[in-house]
């Protein structure tokens, strides 16, 4: 970004993104759905949805349903599939000069070796969200996934497959979130994204059955962010890769709250079914934020309430410069071992 | 089939009136600003109420009428309260704003060659009154086509939006055929009693375009698939996004229109199903789209 202010710009892993703000897996397409609406080469990248090896029908109506503060959607994956991916919708999102985050989703490892084999050295593909967390599948979902032990061992077959960043995707439906994203640090992944949707129910009182067409779906917007803060802020605390905070995030201050508690990235989701442009409204008032706060970069917000008892009041510097030198420590630690 | 509006735009739009339509309906106007594009009959805007709005989602509306005005662009709706968001739309008043996201979807394909035959079921007549009134409209620039319409609905109450539809029909020459379950207006019975009471008098091959409850779309494509005559079939969904990003509003496709999904080789969870999306492929689909037979 050219313009003014703080500078926003953050790694993660091998890629270098302008700014934070992305757009979540399954609420921006392909990426180009929305590319009259909003610059998306501004943006800090553009998840796409998620894509599996073959092309995916996804789930029967319903696949909505509003709930308080909420929508709970089951859609089940539906994808055109690899090949169409690779043939139709990867170079309208090169053309649009987007920073392509992929996500990409298996029922098995062996799946995603095959995505990542095909997809891997893929020109334009600054990076991999492995969907680990689809509650709405019946097979390779968040429950499939919730094993320390089977991410470690997946994303370490993933690692040599790509230069580019591989993030991992992790549902809050499980004992310890903090725990699998420690086992992705360990099987090679750059960052963890916390968290995908939670899994949500609502009953049709009239019908007398669920209000979605299986039993349950993914809970996403506002409703849900207290708790995905809170996921995001043990994960933060738990790794020392970059974590990309995800879940209810509506505006620039939801975003910042994220960033506060130690996520170096966030994720818009929801919010962009609402107004389409909410991604670049979170990314500009982002900047005017830190800017009226007198902040020279966002690397001195983030991680300010990290440490158990430091306020954000009062531009609390010596907290801010905690962070990295407790990583610094922790790198020592590593490097010891 | 028309091509979906390619810029749909997200913007502000003025009430310009809130009235009363009777029998639990209401009729909502709205002029908006010179960059939204005017809607086609069948094609579909995205409500939102400003902050702070009793729900998240806008509410898709389907179009009732497009009038230009000396104030603007002015948008009709006739819709029932039913929902947290719809009766939140009945307390807006003439001058206050609300978001509009729009024209999205593809609307009726009113230039087919034939007699335009329109179906409406209840509250479903809402598209049907612009797209009588786009016939009339083009009826004063072109040779006017006389176009059959039929209405049905529960009993007398439920035919809101008959007053307009007749005042558009008279314009075009068109005959109005009003059936009601209760026989308390016109014809006893279902539209589609109406429509073999009709189909002997058609002048010329009839294209049908309907709207109503799906159990009715299904009903009255049947018919027309039976017949080989077309028929175009304003649909239905829950939706989140509208514009074809969150996949939430899946009608299944017929197997004739199935393509990316090979039965033998598509493992899902539901069978080898495929699905269209309601908002950007429809609303309105051609009889021919659907597997009727799995639409709810």
Known sequence: MSRGGADLSVRIGPLALANPVLVASGTFGYGDEYAHVLDVSALGGVITKTVTLEPRAGNPAQRIAETAGGILNSIGLENVGLARFRSEKLPKLRALRATIVASVGGETPDELVRLLEALGRERGIGGFEINFSCPNVARGGARYWALPRRLERTLARLRPLTRAALIAKLSPDVTSVADLAIACEQGGADAVTAVNTFVGMAVDLDAMRSRLGRATGGLSGPAIKPLALARCHEVARAVRIPVIGSGGIMDARDALEFMAVGAAAIQVGTASFIHPGAAAAVLDDMREFLAARGFASLAAWRGSLLEPGVSAQGLPRAAHREVPRRRAARRRLARRA | ?296
């Open chain 2, 1 to 296: 089939m028309i091509a979906p509006a390619a810029e749909w735009i997200q913007t502000r739009a003025r009430v310009r009136a809130q009235m009363d339509a009777g029998s639990g309906h209401q009729w909502l106007e709205l002029v908006v600003p010179q960059d939204f594009v005017a809607p086609e009959p069948g094609q579909f805007v995205q409500l939102l109420i400003e902050s702070p709005s009793p729900v998240l989602l806008p509410r898709p509306m389907s179009v009732a009428s497009v009038r230009e005005r000396p104030e603007g662009l002015t948008l009709g709706f006739l819709y029932a309260p039913v929902g947290a968001g719809t009766r939140g739309l009945t307390r807006l008043t003439a001058g206050e704003a609300v978001e509009i996201l729009g024209p999205l979807g593809r609307g009726y394909p009113l230039d087919q060659p034939g007699t335009p035959v329109l179906v409406a079921g209840g509250r479903g007549v809402a598209p049907l009154i612009f797209a009588a009134q786009e016939l009339a409209r083009h009826g004063a620039s072109h040779a006017p086509r006389r176009s059959e319409f039929v209405f049905g609905a529960r009993d007398e109450r439920h035919l809101v939006g008959l007053d307009e539809a007749r005042r558009e029909l008279d314009a075009v020459g068109g005959r109005l055929h009003v059936c009601t379950d209760d026989g308390s207006q016109g014809l006893r019975g279902n539209v589609i009693a109406a429509l073999d009471a009709l189909e002997p008098r058609l002048e010329g091959t009839p294209v049908i375009h309907a709207c109503g409850p799906h159990a009715m779309l299904k009903a009255v494509a049947r018919w027309a698939l039976e017949r080989r005559f077309s028929a175009y079939l304003a649909m239905e969904s829950v939706m989140a996004c509208g514009t074809g990003v969150c996949r939430g509003c899946p009608l299944p496709r017929s197997a004739a229109r199935r393509a990316a999904f090979d039965a033998s080789a598509t493992p899902s969870l539901w069978g080898n199903r495929e699905y269209a999306m309601c908002c950007t492929e429809g609303p309105v689909f051609e009889a021919g789209d659907l597997d009727w037979e799995h639409v709810e």
